[in-house]
């Protein structure tokens, strides 16, 4: 049996629209007591405080100074506002260590740039009264291509290919734990190396869009999300296919319609367990 208890934490489940009531996407898979983050979207760090104890949550595990690895899909402006939050409050909060992330092309000289933006701030809590440590602000960076990308005795994640228009670069993931296998879709349309990845999952977070919104948009915005995105008829086929154990929804594009309309939508040609991801909700 099992030992380990892995528990996925939605953070923010936003878009690029500025939703108050849905922060910039972000995730956790918590397993045992190591935080995996994956994407970087505005509000990551004060959501994943939120659920500790000091601020009324329930994961004492999820101290802040231990978000040391993190994960990145693409480099979109949304899921990566929140990127210089994630070197420098956990630094900030006794983070002793570089923060090891792993992302696509690309990110290395995103973090170079974001550094530089940042270095009389790192220099003076260095160097100032705060005597800050000159370890934790460090970031080592791993640009990966297809594969396993990091592996230890709990936790292999496996990067894939998806389609996302014409952006280059762009990542789903699949964790593989002793307890469960979660699988994360990132931004795609529907795609082969998502059902590829996506079998035996014991949960499968997929982005998705209302058909009902999607039929009032006009011919532009339709033809740039039915390239870049995946409505609720293409996410029911693909769960039809894959059979996850649950299916959550997340980066959920609304338009106008309901969460019930969302459900139902989807419901029209799946009949599995589904349910629309919302901030700070934990599955385990």
């Not at 506002?81 to 000289?109: C, F, H, N, Q």
Request: net charge negative; proline share 5%.
């Amino acid at each position: 049996m099992p030992t380990s208890l892995t528990r996925l934490l939605l953070l923010g489940t936003g878009t690029p629209n500025p939703d108050p009531n849905h922060q910039g996407n972000a995730l956790i898979l918590l397993v045992d007591d190591t935080p995996y983050v994956v994407d970087f979207g505005a509000g990551l760090v004060r959501q994943a405080a939120a659920l500790t104890p000091e601020y009324g949550g329930h994961l004492p595990s999820l101290a802040i100074r231990s978000l040391k690895t993190a994960f990145l899909t693409h480099l979109h402006s949304d899921h990566t506002t929140g990127y210089p939050d994630l070197i420098l409050t956990p630094w900030v909060m006794g983070r002793d260590a570089p923060l090891e992330v792993y992302g696509p092309k690309g990110t290395g000289k995103l973090t170079e740039y974001i550094l530089e933006a940042y270095r009389e701030d790192i220099r003076y809590r260095v160097e100032g009264l705060e005597r800050g440590n000159d370890r934790g602000w460090r970031v080592h960076v791993h640009e990966f291509d297809e594969g396993v990308i990091y592996e230890t005795e709990t936790v292999k994640v496996e990067a894939f290919r998806v389609h996302h228009g014409t952006m280059p670069n762009v990542y789903g993931f699949r964790f593989t734990t002793p307890d469960k296998v979660i699988v994360l879709s990132g931004d795609t349309t529907p795609c082969e190396n998502l059902i590829r990845f996506g079998q035996g999952a014991d949960i499968l977070v997929h982005e998705v869009y209302s058909q009902k919104g999607f039929a009032g948009k006009n011919v532009s915005w339709q033809a740039y999300h039915a390239s870049h995105h995946t409505s609720t008829d293409e996410l029911a086929k693909i769960a039809n296919e894959l059979r996850p154990g649950l299916l959550v929804l997340n980066h959920v594009l609304f338009w106008g319609a309901s969460e019930q309309d969302i459900l139902d939508e989807i419901a029209e040609g799946y009949d599995g367990k589904v349910v629309i991801g919302a901030d700070l909700q934990v599955f385990e």
